[in-house]
Protein backbone atom coordinates (compact mmCIF):
# COMPACT_ATOMS: atom_id res chain seq x y z
CA UNK A 1 0.00 0.00 0.00
CA UNK A 2 1.30 3.33 -0.84
CA UNK A 3 2.01 6.19 2.03
CA UNK A 4 -0.90 8.76 2.86
CA UNK A 5 0.07 11.73 0.76
CA UNK A 6 1.91 14.34 3.13
CA UNK A 7 0.22 17.15 4.81
CA UNK A 8 1.04 20.46 2.95
CA UNK A 9 0.67 23.92 4.88
CA UNK A 10 -1.31 27.01 3.33
CA UNK A 11 0.85 29.41 2.24
CA UNK A 12 0.27 32.79 4.00
CA UNK A 13 0.37 36.50 2.81
CA UNK A 14 1.84 38.11 5.64
CA UNK A 15 2.12 42.15 6.80
CA UNK A 16 5.48 42.70 8.75
CA UNK A 17 4.39 43.91 12.66
CA UNK A 18 1.04 42.27 12.12
CA UNK A 19 -0.92 38.68 12.74
CA UNK A 20 -1.83 37.01 9.57
CA UNK A 21 -5.22 37.73 10.49
CA UNK A 22 -4.90 41.67 10.85
CA UNK A 23 -4.82 41.86 14.40
CA UNK A 24 -1.88 43.17 16.46
CA UNK A 25 -3.05 41.26 19.59
CA UNK A 26 -1.12 37.96 18.75
CA UNK A 27 2.44 37.99 17.61
CA UNK A 28 3.11 36.64 14.40
CA UNK A 29 6.44 34.83 15.91
CA UNK A 30 6.64 33.13 19.58
CA UNK A 31 10.16 32.64 20.54
CA UNK A 32 10.80 29.92 23.61
CA UNK A 33 14.17 29.72 24.71
CA UNK A 34 14.93 27.39 27.92
CA UNK A 35 17.24 29.03 30.55
CA UNK A 36 19.30 27.18 33.23
CA UNK A 37 21.73 29.21 35.57
CA UNK A 38 22.78 31.49 32.34
CA UNK A 39 23.78 34.52 34.31
CA UNK A 40 26.05 35.45 32.73
CA UNK A 41 24.63 35.95 28.95
CA UNK A 42 21.05 35.86 29.36
CA UNK A 43 20.65 39.97 29.52
CA UNK A 44 23.19 40.36 26.56
CA UNK A 45 21.63 37.71 24.37
CA UNK A 46 17.80 38.45 25.18
CA UNK A 47 19.05 42.12 24.33
CA UNK A 48 20.70 41.02 21.16
CA UNK A 49 17.74 38.68 20.04
CA UNK A 50 15.00 41.76 20.68
CA UNK A 51 17.10 43.94 18.55
CA UNK A 52 17.50 41.65 15.50
CA UNK A 53 14.56 40.43 15.78
CA UNK A 54 13.19 44.04 15.46
CA UNK A 55 14.99 44.55 12.18
CA UNK A 56 12.98 41.44 10.73
CA UNK A 57 9.88 43.66 11.16
CA UNK A 58 7.87 41.43 12.30
CA UNK A 59 5.79 40.88 15.44
CA UNK A 60 7.18 38.86 18.06
CA UNK A 61 7.65 37.78 21.88
CA UNK A 62 10.10 36.07 23.19
CA UNK A 63 9.43 33.57 26.20
CA UNK A 64 11.89 32.65 29.01
CA UNK A 65 11.60 29.37 30.26
CA UNK A 66 13.02 28.71 33.83
CA UNK A 67 13.38 26.00 35.99
CA UNK A 68 15.61 25.40 38.71
CA UNK A 69 18.40 27.68 38.40
CA UNK A 70 20.79 28.59 41.33
CA UNK A 71 22.49 31.73 40.49
CA UNK A 72 20.68 35.23 39.49
CA UNK A 73 19.31 33.98 36.00
CA UNK A 74 15.76 34.63 37.55
CA UNK A 75 16.50 38.12 39.06
CA UNK A 76 17.86 38.62 35.53
CA UNK A 77 14.81 37.00 33.58
CA UNK A 78 12.40 39.39 35.52
CA UNK A 79 14.21 42.38 35.05
CA UNK A 80 14.02 41.78 31.21
CA UNK A 81 10.43 40.79 31.41
CA UNK A 82 9.91 44.26 33.28
CA UNK A 83 11.88 46.24 30.78
CA UNK A 84 11.26 45.01 27.50
CA UNK A 85 6.94 44.22 26.97
CA UNK A 86 8.35 41.58 24.33
CA UNK A 87 9.61 39.72 26.82
CA UNK A 88 8.19 37.15 29.34
CA UNK A 89 9.35 35.06 31.65
CA UNK A 90 8.06 31.95 33.68
CA UNK A 91 9.28 29.36 36.36
CA UNK A 92 8.71 25.53 36.80
CA UNK A 93 10.01 23.17 39.01
CA UNK A 94 13.52 21.64 38.99
CA UNK A 95 16.26 21.46 36.09
CA UNK A 96 14.40 19.98 33.11
CA UNK A 97 15.23 21.13 29.49
CA UNK A 98 12.49 19.37 27.75
CA UNK A 99 9.31 20.24 30.45
CA UNK A 100 10.59 23.79 29.85
CA UNK A 101 10.74 23.87 26.71
CA UNK A 102 7.37 22.19 26.10
CA UNK A 103 5.46 24.37 28.94
CA UNK A 104 7.24 27.72 26.71
CA UNK A 105 5.67 25.42 23.53
CA UNK A 106 2.02 25.13 25.08
CA UNK A 107 1.73 28.80 25.99
CA UNK A 108 3.55 30.77 22.99
CA UNK A 109 0.60 32.44 20.93
CA UNK A 110 2.65 33.04 17.53
CA UNK A 111 1.50 31.81 14.42
CA UNK A 112 5.03 30.53 14.62
CA UNK A 113 7.11 29.10 16.93
CA UNK A 114 11.05 29.74 16.99
CA UNK A 115 12.65 27.36 19.73
CA UNK A 116 15.82 28.75 20.67
CA UNK A 117 18.75 28.40 22.88
CA UNK A 118 20.19 31.23 24.94
CA UNK A 119 23.74 30.46 23.37
CA UNK A 120 22.78 30.51 20.44
CA UNK A 121 20.26 32.87 18.54
CA UNK A 122 21.00 32.90 15.28
CA UNK A 123 18.97 35.23 13.47
CA UNK A 124 19.82 33.59 9.90
CA UNK A 125 17.94 30.97 10.89
CA UNK A 126 15.11 32.65 11.61
CA UNK A 127 14.71 34.67 8.27
CA UNK A 128 15.45 31.10 6.55
CA UNK A 129 12.99 29.30 8.18
CA UNK A 130 10.39 31.69 8.55
CA UNK A 131 10.64 32.19 4.34
CA UNK A 132 9.87 28.05 4.19
CA UNK A 133 6.88 28.29 6.78
CA UNK A 134 5.45 31.29 5.32
CA UNK A 135 5.37 29.67 1.64
CA UNK A 136 4.00 26.93 3.20
CA UNK A 137 6.08 23.88 1.86
CA UNK A 138 7.22 23.40 5.46
CA UNK A 139 5.22 23.05 9.09
CA UNK A 140 8.55 22.51 10.53
CA UNK A 141 11.75 23.57 10.02
CA UNK A 142 14.95 22.03 12.05
CA UNK A 143 18.22 23.33 11.79
CA UNK A 144 21.03 20.89 11.34
CA UNK A 145 24.29 20.37 12.26
CA UNK A 146 25.43 17.64 10.04
CA UNK A 147 23.53 18.30 6.91
CA UNK A 148 25.80 19.10 3.86
CA UNK A 149 26.44 22.78 4.40
CA UNK A 150 26.40 23.15 7.88
CA UNK A 151 29.41 24.55 10.22
CA UNK A 152 29.33 22.85 13.48
CA UNK A 153 32.28 25.25 15.47
CA UNK A 154 31.68 23.00 18.81
CA UNK A 155 34.43 20.83 19.83
CA UNK A 156 34.64 17.61 18.01
CA UNK A 157 33.72 15.12 20.57
CA UNK A 158 30.41 16.94 20.84
CA UNK A 159 30.02 17.04 16.74
CA UNK A 160 30.37 13.27 17.18
CA UNK A 161 28.11 12.43 19.94
CA UNK A 162 25.52 14.58 17.72
CA UNK A 163 26.32 12.06 14.49
CA UNK A 164 26.47 8.96 17.51
CA UNK A 165 22.63 10.11 18.88
CA UNK A 166 21.71 10.40 15.56
CA UNK A 167 22.57 7.22 14.60
CA UNK A 168 20.74 5.50 17.65
CA UNK A 169 16.98 7.75 16.41
CA UNK A 170 17.72 6.21 13.13
CA UNK A 171 17.96 2.60 14.31
CA UNK A 172 15.98 2.58 17.35
CA UNK A 173 13.18 4.83 16.16
CA UNK A 174 13.50 4.52 12.43
CA UNK A 175 13.86 8.28 12.47
CA UNK A 176 15.15 10.09 8.48
CA UNK A 177 16.12 13.41 9.41
CA UNK A 178 20.10 14.27 10.63
CA UNK A 179 19.40 16.12 13.91
CA UNK A 180 16.83 16.75 16.12
CA UNK A 181 18.43 19.35 18.55
CA UNK A 182 19.08 22.62 18.42
CA UNK A 183 16.87 25.61 16.77
CA UNK A 184 13.49 24.59 14.67
CA UNK A 185 10.61 26.63 14.20
CA UNK A 186 7.60 25.33 13.42
CA UNK A 187 3.62 26.20 12.46
CA UNK A 188 1.94 26.69 16.33
CA UNK A 189 -1.28 25.86 14.70
CA UNK A 190 -0.18 22.60 13.04
CA UNK A 191 2.67 21.11 15.59
CA UNK A 192 1.40 22.53 19.04
CA UNK A 193 -0.38 19.13 18.99
CA UNK A 194 2.23 17.14 18.60
CA UNK A 195 4.12 18.86 21.19
CA UNK A 196 1.49 18.05 23.64
CA UNK A 197 1.33 14.54 22.55
CA UNK A 198 5.13 14.23 23.78
CA UNK A 199 5.43 12.17 26.78
CA UNK A 200 9.50 12.24 27.47
CA UNK A 201 11.11 14.78 29.15
CA UNK A 202 14.96 16.32 30.15
CA UNK A 203 17.15 16.16 26.86
CA UNK A 204 15.06 13.57 24.29
CA UNK A 205 12.04 15.72 24.30
CA UNK A 206 13.36 17.64 21.43
CA UNK A 207 13.74 14.71 19.90
CA UNK A 208 10.55 13.08 20.34
CA UNK A 209 8.74 16.67 18.85
CA UNK A 210 10.69 16.40 15.92
CA UNK A 211 10.00 12.22 15.57
CA UNK A 212 6.69 12.24 15.98
CA UNK A 213 6.12 15.08 13.75
CA UNK A 214 7.53 13.41 11.19
CA UNK A 215 5.41 10.28 12.17
CA UNK A 216 2.14 11.94 11.92
CA UNK A 217 3.33 13.05 8.06
CA UNK A 218 3.80 16.67 8.69
CA UNK A 219 6.18 18.61 6.08
CA UNK A 220 9.38 18.62 8.32
CA UNK A 221 12.39 19.98 6.45
CA UNK A 222 15.94 20.11 7.52
CA UNK A 223 18.18 23.26 6.94
CA UNK A 224 21.97 23.48 7.17
CA UNK A 225 22.80 25.97 10.19
CA UNK A 226 26.43 27.09 11.41
CA UNK A 227 26.34 26.15 14.95
CA UNK A 228 28.81 28.86 17.46
CA UNK A 229 27.69 28.73 21.13
CA UNK A 230 28.26 31.89 23.16
CA UNK A 231 29.60 29.59 26.04
CA UNK A 232 30.20 26.16 26.41
CA UNK A 233 27.54 24.18 27.97
CA UNK A 234 25.98 24.44 31.39
CA UNK A 235 26.08 20.76 31.76
CA UNK A 236 28.83 18.21 31.24
CA UNK A 237 27.87 15.79 28.21
CA UNK A 238 28.83 12.77 30.03
CA UNK A 239 26.78 13.59 33.07
CA UNK A 240 23.95 14.11 30.63
CA UNK A 241 24.30 10.33 28.91
CA UNK A 242 22.49 8.07 31.47
CA UNK A 243 19.50 10.29 31.49
CA UNK A 244 19.53 9.95 27.85
CA UNK A 245 19.91 6.67 27.15
CA UNK A 246 17.10 6.13 30.18
CA UNK A 247 14.54 8.82 28.06
CA UNK A 248 15.19 6.94 24.50
CA UNK A 249 14.78 3.57 26.22
CA UNK A 250 11.28 5.29 27.41
CA UNK A 251 10.44 6.59 24.10
CA UNK A 252 11.22 3.67 21.80
CA UNK A 253 9.44 1.67 24.24
CA UNK A 254 6.71 4.14 23.58
CA UNK A 255 6.80 4.82 20.00
CA UNK A 256 6.96 1.03 19.24
CA UNK A 257 3.80 0.30 20.92
CA UNK A 258 1.66 2.84 18.45
CA UNK A 259 3.51 1.53 15.53
N1 LIG B 1 14.82 25.51 31.61
C1 LIG B 1 15.94 24.82 31.44
N2 LIG B 1 16.80 25.17 30.47
C2 LIG B 1 17.93 24.43 30.31
C3 LIG B 1 18.25 23.32 31.15
N3 LIG B 1 19.45 22.83 30.74
C4 LIG B 1 19.86 23.60 29.71
N4 LIG B 1 18.96 24.58 29.46
C5 LIG B 1 19.01 25.61 28.43
O1 LIG B 1 19.02 24.95 27.18
C6 LIG B 1 19.82 25.65 26.24
C7 LIG B 1 20.93 24.75 25.71
O2 LIG B 1 21.77 24.37 26.79
P1 LIG B 1 23.35 24.11 26.64
O3 LIG B 1 23.91 24.07 28.02
O4 LIG B 1 23.92 25.09 25.67
O5 LIG B 1 23.40 22.64 26.09
P2 LIG B 1 23.79 22.09 24.66
O6 LIG B 1 24.58 20.85 24.87
O7 LIG B 1 24.36 23.12 23.78
O8 LIG B 1 22.36 21.67 24.15
P3 LIG B 1 21.98 20.82 22.85
O9 LIG B 1 21.75 21.82 21.76
O10 LIG B 1 20.70 20.17 23.27
O11 LIG B 1 23.08 19.86 22.58
C8 LIG B 1 20.33 26.88 26.98
O12 LIG B 1 19.48 27.96 26.69
C9 LIG B 1 20.26 26.46 28.45
O13 LIG B 1 20.13 27.55 29.33
C10 LIG B 1 17.30 22.98 32.20
O14 LIG B 1 17.48 22.05 32.99
N5 LIG B 1 16.18 23.75 32.27
MG1 LIG C 1 24.75 25.07 23.79
Known amino acids: ?31 VIPVYNEEGII ?14 GYSFEILLAENGSRDRTVELAQELCARYTEVEYFSIGEPNYGRALKEGILRARGTFVVCDEI ?5 DFYQRALERLIDGDAAMVVGSKTLPGAEDTRPMFRHVATMVYNGMLRVLLHFHGTDTHGMKAFRRDALVGTAGRCVVDKDVFASEFVIRAERERHPVVEIPVRVVEKRAPSI ?15 LTYVLRRVD
Open 119 to 123: DLGDI
Open 1 to 31: MSDPPRRRSPTLKIVPGQSPDGSTKAPLLSV
Open 43 to 56: SSSVIALRENLRDL
Open 236 to 250: NLTRRVPNVLRNLAQ
